[in-house]
């Protein structure tokens, strides 16, 4: 599959307005996936917002493969940013994780190495990257983690209780 070997979980074609998703998705990440693409088509065009117009449409979906998928999401990007911010902090919230959790994660990288070509390291990191810059995005492929950010924010300000 052409998506997997870009190491992409979805794309939106402006030319078309249509939004696709790379069919080898495992179950639990489809969900954030496609509402992130849908946030593409209702106009909001950076990662970020996407990212987190899809983590408030999954959160509050009374959908629980919904809800798992948004959590699951904003967990690994979080666990992320820790890991380069605190390392310590990172390692001492790693071992609480759910174990079930890490079951999904292991599966999930499993996918990703099964399709890891040299192609994806070039696409993602150099290709995508001058892509997103060029089109405003000033962190480029690192433009996907400042949800987090505006997440820290929401907490910060409303504890989390986003209003909609």
Known sequence: DIMSSFGTAGVYFPFTAEANIN????????????????????G???EDEANYIAYLACVNNPDPAF?????????FSAMDALKKAD???YEALYGKIDPEVFLDNKFSQSISKKFR?????????????LFLKANSQKSGIDSYNLVI????GELRKNNLQFTI
């Not at 069919?23 to 209702?42: D, T, Y």
């Not at 809800?67 to 967990?75: C, I």
């Not at 994806?120 to 290709?127: E, G, P, V």
């Open 23 to 42: 069919g080898n998705l495992p179950s639990f990440e489809a969900p954030f996936v496609i509402c992130h693409e849908m946030a593409h088509q209702l």
């Open 44 to 46: 909001f065009a950076s």
């Open 67 to 75: 809800r798992y998928s948004a959590n699951y999401w904003v967990l």
């Open 87 to 89: 390392i310590k902090s």
């Open 117 to 129: 070509s040299p192609v994806q390291d070039f696409t993602s990191r150099f290709l995508y990257d």
């Open 149 to 152: 950010e505006l997440l820290v």
